[in-house]
């Protein structure tokens, strides 16, 4: 680690810093670098340290050097989940953003079988902006898409609120981390405990680094079998819901083994785009993808703008599969 001093500190101001680093056993060599005093440290504390030094007002800036990598990105790798191998094989989940009342979702989980895809989603608890919007049907929906992935012969998917309804989501197969809940650590760590594959998006304003610390949060509670999922950030374009941020496949690929996937449709907002953000999203490295689907969209509570339909989604399914066969 380099601590960055600002460069109009004088020599007799370094005091304090100097003797907080000797006393945590902090060893270092101090250099002049373009005008400004470094501290060339030999090795790199903990986050918690590293936040004391910031709060020096003599220390411009950290920067580290050579960082140990995480478990998640030393130790993660494709793992195989009912007959899938995530991370090689190409796996689709599809299905609707919710459960509703008026809908069959055993035709759904069979129509997005017969698209191709290879797992069911549908959400249970909606996380929605306003306390007024659908929230979804709770509990009961659990039961419905269970059943309906047992009937289709897909293993489902879906997010799962908080660590207190663990016990309700034992017949789900894999637990979905939402966007809006990635950095809720406690449920992180007990995610990190439930011996089931979890499904983590990346909060729309976090950072690849902060994706990856979640993540780390699942591993270190011993549980490996993590999907990362890059779902859009929010960025001053507005043309789309949130802005599908390609680079972060490409770099989360180089940093683990993990599998990485993407949800084109909260990225997009709109059908008409997820089919483009669905193929540049495998193209640039993607192991699977999340996709909403309705046969009746227009009827859909929450996000019918974005569900596509059947056909669309084994379109996508034919045309991604040949990408991920080139590379
Ligand atoms: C979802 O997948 O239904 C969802 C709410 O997505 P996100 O957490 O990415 O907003
Ligand atoms: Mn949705």
Request: hydrophobic share 45%.
């Amino acid at each position: 680690m380099i601590i960055v001093l600002r460069s109009d500190v004088s020599g007799t101001e370094e005091a304090p810093l100097v003797s907080f680093l000797s006393g945590r056993g902090i060893v270092f060599s101090r250099m002049l670098m373009e005008g400004c005093v470094v501290y060339v440290c030999t090795s790199c504390p903990g986050e918690d340290v590293c936040q004391m030094i910031r709060g020096f007002s003599i220390v411009e800036k950290l920067i580290p050097v050579d960082r140990k990598p995480l478990l998640c990105e030393s130790e993660g790798s494709s793992f195989e989940y009912a007959g899938i191998v995530l991370g090689r094989d190409l796996c689709v989940i599809a299905g609707p953003c919710a459960v509703q009342e008026d809908q069959d979702l055993d035709a759904l989980a069979l129509k997005a079988a017969s698209a191709g895809a290879r797992m069911f989603r549908a959400g249970a608890f909606k996380p929605r902006t306003s306390p007024y919007a659908f929230q979804g049907l709770g509990r009961q929906a659990l039961e419905r898409i269970a059943a309906a992935g047992k009937r289709s012969g897909l293993p489902t998917v879906c997010e799962i609120p908080s660590e207190s309804y663990l016990d309700s989501f034992r017949d789900i197969d894999i637990l979905q981390v939402g966007a809006h809940n990635m950095q809720n650590f406690e449920l992180l760590k007990a995610l990190g405990r439930c011996g089931k594959p979890v499904l983590l998006k990346r909060g729309a304003g976090s950072t690849v680094d902060e994706l990856m610390y979640a993540c780390e949060y699942i591993f270190s509670g011993g549980n490996e079998r993590v999907i990362l999922c890059e779902r859009g950030i929010r960025t001053f374009e507005t043309v789309s819901r949130n802005t599908l941020d390609v680079s972060a496949i490409a770099a989360l690929r180089a940093r683990t083994g993990l599998p990485v996937f993407a949800d084109p449709s909260h990225a997009a907002g709109e059908r008409r785009l997820v089919s483009a953000l669905s193929l540049a999203a495998v193209a640039a490295g993607a192991d699977g993808l999340m996709i909403e689907t309705s046969d009746r969209a227009e009827k859909a509570l929450s996000d019918s703008a974005q569900a596509i339909d059947h056909e669309t989604l084994a379109g996508i399914i034919r045309k991604a599969s040949a990408i991920r066969e080139i590379l």
